[in-house]
């Protein structure tokens, strides 16, 4: 909910005033074509106006009628391990923050408090990811849009978020592990293959592609900019930012 | 976020128009002393204003400055079970839901899909309020008040949660299992008593009291509906709705 402040109210005041009191003596002026009773008529006009209005717009700010909410959607930026998704996602927050929307960012990071320690079998993993979905459809439904970067390789759990959000946005960053293990200094994939790392989907076991995601972007061609460039587009367009 | 939709521009232009209008005849006939010179400078004007007010209207549609944001709070009604937790805290929604507010309900039932199966021992419940309480601050951040209703004795669990948020609420609906038994078809207590319930606290082990919650309101003597009014009241007092 929000409610202009009467500073804002009186200096929308005053800005009206300005422009409203030059069209009045000018009209004044060029029907009669009389400065002073223009100018005696404007300065009139201005003191019993400056006190209407202000009333006019306090009333204003308690009709809510007309007043529009933006609708909220659910990003859901997905693909495997180390395809760029924390790096995606904190452009696009910042992207979109600067068009003064709702956002929260949801990633493992932020949601570690709410959950218990999750496993990485697949069931607790499409357990998890359902319950993110479902934290997520709460904040879209209450004007709250969010940014969810998750590896969740399981069509059913997507499927699941899809059917509770409103506007779900399923982005697919599409990469492979031999392409990210030539940039990754961390080699999360190499040791992932000599057993440091267990159940990584898209190594370990299939990582199920969507059928139609609402933008697949190859991470093989794109920087993370672009990437988050084009993730931005598209959420501008379709909710006409 | 909100934006005016051109509907309630071009109404609240109408509204405005019809005041000022009015305002510059009858000053101008009251200057002059000539009707027929006032209704035409009125006429004049009214054409000129209308577009000119429009346009003013969607610029400041865009200007942030001045645009409060309702705070938002996590209103805590705690209590033993059946102490009529659930019962104020849809009344108390019902009330403020009127204001306009931007309002989460959360209980057992709201949040059971984000969290699995949990126990009633003294670490789980803790841990589990301690989740609620992670949940309500990031709704309250965004905006979002939170009206929670959990069987919470443990001191701790409500102190962290205090912490957490910006506006802590804490009502306690204070009543004891004899009082409630009385009024309870259900016989939860008497259950609980011959082992049908395990750790009900205020029958199996202490309900740790606050030592100074915001709100401390007997059930022994008070209604649902008297309950959830003084709560009520407490709210817009504190946040001037």
């Known amino acids: 909910m929000y409610r202009d402040s009467k500073l804002r109210t009186i200096t929308k005041t005053i800005s009206w005033r300005i422009w409203a009191t030059l069209t009045t003596t000018l009209l004044v002026y060029l029907f009669t074509g009389e400065l002073k009773t223009a100018i005696e008529v404007g300065l009139l006009e201005m003191v019993a106006k400056l006190l209407l209005y202000y009333f006019h717009e306090r009333l204003w700010d308690h009709l809510s009628f007309g007043k529009r909410e933006f609708p909220g959607f659910v990003l859901w930026i997905n693909g495997i391990p180390r395809s760029g998704k924390t790096t995606v996602a904190g452009l696009v927050y910042k992207k979109l923050k600067n068009r003064k929307l709702k956002l929260q960012l949801l990633d493992s990071h932020d949601v570690r408090p709410l959950f218990p320690e999750t496993g990485f079998g697949h069931e607790e993993v499409n357990t998890h990811i359902k319950r993110v979905g479902h934290l997520a459809a709460m904040l ?56 440091d790392f267990q159940h990584v989907p898209g190594l370990h076991f299939p990582f199920e592609d969507s059928v139609a995601p609402e933008l697949n972007i190859d991470m093989r061609s794109k920087t ?18």
Chains 1, 2 share one sequence.
């Open 140 to 195: 879209e439904k209450n004007g709250i849009s969010c940014i969810a970067s998750f590896v969740s390789p399981f069509r059913e759990s997507r499927e699941f978020i899809r059917s509770q959000a409103n506007n779900f946005i399923e982005v697919h960053l599409d990469n492979d592990p031999e392409t990210i293990s030539r940039f990754d200094p961390s080699g999360f994939y190499d040791k992932a293959r000599k057993g």
């Open 224 to 241: 993370p900019e672009q990437a988050a460039t084009e993730i931005f587009q598209y959420v501008k367009n379709r909710f006409e930012l």
